[in-house]
């Protein structure tokens, strides 16, 4: 997942909350990091003013945040985090975060300190809450997908959410990295998602396609690995297969 911390902040730049998902910063204090979300965002004025989220990239991490009202909703999350799957946690979060000051009272400087708050903004950043509903599909879906690697039908694949999370892979760590960096720059320039196909150095065969369910409101993505000694044509035929068998999957 590669999300280590969340902060909320006023516009200020004073911190009222904070979660460390990741223990790679615990032992660094809020007050230490967020002067610096800070400074950068009195540096630039007009991002303020934005209500889509920005992102920066440094030293292998990316900070994205999301401005709404009076507040900074600020991720900090490793270089190979999928930014669709991060920003849709940001909107999410800036949602629920609005509800509990609805029936709660915060000062303007308290930290806020809640334990069903902490476990709300946990299952947004794992993406639990949108999984939930749909849990015996997507086990229907990965045994399909285990069979059909344990018949040698494909190398490999992944399933993930149209907005990057990723539900299960079986594929080598710079093919996933590639295909969510694709469904990035996709959803940026034409919010398309249609077949692509790619023929690696070695001679593998990778598909990317939509999948689209009756029922479910958001279609799924999938990502398909074949040997090389598959004819194109027939890891045509087997993906249109598996693609059908899916999507027929009740």
């Known amino acids: 997942m590669n999300i280590h911390s969340l902060f909320i902040l006023k516009n200020t730049g004073a911190c009222i909350y904070s979660r460390n998902i990741t223990t790679d910063f615990d032992n660094i204090e809020p007050n230490l990091i967020t002067p610096f979300f800070s400074a950068l965002f009195s540096f630039s004025a007009n991002v303020i003013s934005k209500q889509t989220p920005e992102i ?35 909107v ?23 334990a069903e708050f902490d476990s709300k903004i946990d299952s947004i950043i794992t993406g639990e809450d949108e999984l939930i509903g749909s849990q015996h599909l997507y086990k229907k879906i990965i045994d399909f997908i285990k069979r059909l690697m344990l018949e040698n039908t494909i190398l490999g694949a992944t399933l993930f959410t149209i907005n990057g999370k990723v539900i299960y892979t079986s594929l080598p760590h710079k093919i996933l990295l590639s295909s969510l960096k694709e469904l990035e720059i996709r959803h940026m320039v034409a919010n398309e998602f249609k077949l692509t196909f ?3 150095d070695n001679g593998q065969k990778v598909f990317t396609r939509k999948i689209n369910i009756p029922w479910k409101l958001d279609p799924l993505l999938v990502v398909v690995l074949f040997e090389s000694s598959v004819p194109l044509g027939m890891a045509e035929v087997n993906l249109d297969k598996l693609i059908k068998t899916i999507e027929n999957i009740l």
């Open 198 to 200: 790619v023929s690696l």
């Open 92 to 114: 999410s979060i800036a949602d629920v975060f609005e509800e509990f000051l609805e029936n709660n009272d915060v000062e303007d400087c308290q930290e806020i300190m809640s």
């Open 56 to 90: 920066l990239e440094m030293g292998g991490f990316r900070i994205v945040f999301k401005v709404k009202g009076e507040f900074i909703y600020a991720i900090l999350a490793g270089s190979s985090a999928s930014l669709l799957f991060i920003k849709s946690r940001l």
